[in-house]
């Protein structure tokens, strides 16, 4: 029977927000987009379950040693963290961004009088 009061999930199942802003993170590196970008095209991915999941749930996504082994970032190689996943998929997208605004400024130089063959 409802209590009336909310439902709530268990801790397992809440979905963090992890904090990130200068006051409380040090020591911020540069990346190289292009270079994340290249290393998420290598990455194996797969479909998958957890051991404990029944047969017909699937999950997809590279295994932690993969991970660890490309990008070297969090504290271990049997866990992605959901901070540097995002991060690694966000400098992916800004890559391939930048790729494609200046594939087409070539595309519509070519069009143009004058315009060269050459990259």
Do not use: C
């Amino acid at each position: 029977m409802p209590s009336g009061k909310p439902a709530r999930w268990p801790l397992r199942r809440r979905r963090p927000a992890a904090p990130s802003e200068p006051v409380i993170t040090r020591a911020p590196d540069p990346v190289d987009g292009h270079d994340i970008l290249d290393k998420v095209a290598a990455l194996p991915i797969s479909t998958w379950r957890y051991q404990w999941e029944p047969a017909h749930v699937r999950h997809l996504g590279p295994m932690a040693q993969d991970w660890k082994a490309a990008f070297g970032l969090g504290e271990h190689d049997t866990r992605i963290n959901t901070v540097d996943a995002n991060g690694v998929a966000l400098v992916a997208i800004q890559a391939l961004h930048r790729r494609i605004t200046e594939l087409e400024r070539r595309l519509a130089d070519t069009g143009r009088p004058g315009a060269s063959d050459a990259p």
